[in-house]
């Protein structure tokens, strides 16, 4: 359904916006109108490393982009098999040696998914027995993650059942086993993400090819369970993109009760309808979400209020995490953080305050942009934006976290070169963190390059923002909007004329002004990177 054909065809939103060109087969259904050259999304340093063949020949874009990511995937898998050779107990070192570590395999015994009579949010232990820290805990994951985690774990027990009845069938360790089937379906929710992008990405076709051949999969995809979250994410946007606000809402709401990020899309579609006077069609979106969070949460909620709230009371209480920018700052000033010594379970409040403060100046700052920019900015721009801001000023950036950054990147700045130097610092940044882990006692490195790379990787996502904001500004230096879009993911503001307009005067009044987005401005613009 989601595929289904647009009710408004171009050409009639190419009248109203003054673009006088004839629609084109294909024009109307989000699909090119023909298959192009690969060539078409390279530009000069990939041109001169890809054989002419390769480059002028005809691929169908979305069977060669799903499978590039595929094969990434396995070698996600290659990556993380180190780790089911080892001692689920990892007293050895090996996964911090190997680089290979996974939350997967040790939760799927300290969460009690190996018993088969338990129940997430319903089933408790002892942390930290043993030591003044100790405290009874619960499943800290949201809901839908929790779930994921449940049936895999049945999965798993049904295939070691099996496996005892039939030789043929191999059998190993559960933890191993239960690491296969979240893989699984970690892959089959990165496929589908992919393909989203392909569906968004309109006359730049190629561009889906950034997301498949990140090397963030190998080193993240298998590290926890966020890929449901990035499907749940990405679809939401493919709905909107296809006119269906509360089919986005609702995929959103459910991406929210899988991990938070989803709902902070809502922000940018906010402030981009609140801009096109569509903000009948956002309710819509936001009702939804709110429906399908609550319809997702009650039940556990109800049931196990002290399990459901553990996800709440972790994130509330926890401190400032290794690869947080106010870790890097105490490490390297000696600073003793916002709240000073705390015990176990204290809550950071000051740093809690200052974090929720700044990321909402930082989101409304980022809405006077989509509101003041000379030209509407494009949905997945102000949604990197967003979820950047969060990443930058939150007290924790788990790694597996940036994998909710590439169909942002990829939609908002289709730029091949910046997009892989992000993506490779962000990679590497996984071995110092092993090393460190490991410990100097066992060979491993100090703290020190890792707080480097930590350092590298705000850094480049500092700098994409900063180039997404430039390109907010200078719409003709935008590469999408240059191959003749308006906002492929866009949905309802695709083409739509503005309502409203912020613009700041001297002394920072502002103003209305009814205004049409017209074509993007002819001034010149070198090739991008």
């Not at 800290?140 to 496996?163: D, F, I, Q």
């Not at 906010?270 to 956002?282: K, P, S, V």
Request: charged residues 15%; positive net charge.
């Amino acid at each position: 359904m989601l595929a289904r054909e647009r009710g408004m065809d171009d050409s009639a939103r190419g009248d109203a916006t003054g673009a006088a060109s004839a629609p084109s087969p294909g024009e109307g259904t989000g699909e090119p109108p023909e298959r192009p050259p690969l060539s078409e999304s390279m530009s000069g340093g990939w041109r001169a490393v890809l054989p002419l063949w390769l480059q002028r020949r005809r691929w169908a874009p979305a069977s060669v982009i799903l499978t590039l990511a595929a094969l990434m995937l396995v070698g996600g898998w290659v990556q993380k098999s180190p780790c089911l050779h080892t001692n689920p107990s990892w007293a050895n070192g090996l996964p911090y040696r190997y680089a290979c570590y996974s939350d997967v395999i040790p939760l799927y015994g300290i969460e009690g998914l190996e018993q088969s009579g338990t129940f997430p949010y319903q089933y408790t232990w002892i942390d930290g027995q043993g030591t003044p820290g100790e405290k009874k805990a619960h499943m800290e994951y949201p809901v839908l993650t929790g779930m994921l985690m449940y049936v895999s774990a049945k999965v798993t027990h049904v295939y070691l059942s099996a496996a005892k009845s039939f030789i043929y069938r191999p059998l190993t360790s559960p933890n191993n086993v239960f690491f296969n089937v979240c893989a699984l379906f970690a892959s089959l929710f990165w496929l589908f993400s992919v393909w989203c992008i392909t569906r968004m990405t309109r006359r730049r076709v190629w561009d889906g090819a950034i997301a498949a051949l990140s090397p963030l999969i190998i080193v993240q995809a298998f590290t926890n369970w966020d890929m449901l979250a990035v499907a749940l994410a990405t679809s939401g946007m493919f709905a909107w993109s296809r006119r269906r606000p509360a089919l986005a809402g609702a995929l959103l709401g459910l991406g929210a009760a899988a991990k938070l990020y989803p709902v902070l899309l809502l922000i940018p579609l906010f402030a981009l309808c609140l801009r096109a006077g569509e903000l009948r069609r956002w309710s819509r979106a936001a009702i939804a979400a709110v429906v399908a969070w609550g319809v997702v949460n009650a039940p556990i909620a109800i049931l196990f209020p002290e399990g459901w709230y553990e996800f709440i009371h972790l994130n509330s209480t926890r401190g400032a995490d290794p690869d947080s920018l106010y870790n890097v700052i105490a490490q390297f000033s000696g600073w003793g953080g916002f709240d000073g010594p705390l015990g176990p379970d204290q809550t950071p409040v000051v740093l809690n305050t200052f974090i929720a403060v700044t990321l909402i100046a930082c989101c409304g700052a980022i809405v006077l942009i989509a509101l003041s920019a000379p030209r509407r900015p494009r949905f997945a721009q102000v949604a990197f934006l967003t979820v950047s801001a969060f990443l930058i000023t939150n007290k924790v950036w788990s790694p597996q976290y940036s994998l909710w950054l590439i169909p942002l990147a990829v939609l908002a700045i289709p730029r091949w070169r910046l997009l892989l130097v992000w993506m490779l610092i962000d990679a590497f940044l996984w071995l110092p963190r092993m090393y460190f882990y490991l410990g100097t006692k066992e060979g491993g490195w100090t703290i020190t390059p890792f707080l480097d790379m930590v350092i590298a990787r705000d850094s480049a996502v500092a700098v994409l923002c900063a180039l997404v904001i430039y390109e907010i500004y200078h719409p003709a230096r935008d590469l999408v909007r240059r191959s003749g879009d308006d906002d492929p993911a866009g949905g309802v503001l695709d083409g739509a004329p503005d309502a409203l307009r912020l613009r700041f005067k001297a002394l920072g009044r502002l103003r209305r002004r009814t205004v049409a987005p017209g074509p993007a401005p002819s001034d010149p613009a070198p090739a991008g990177l």
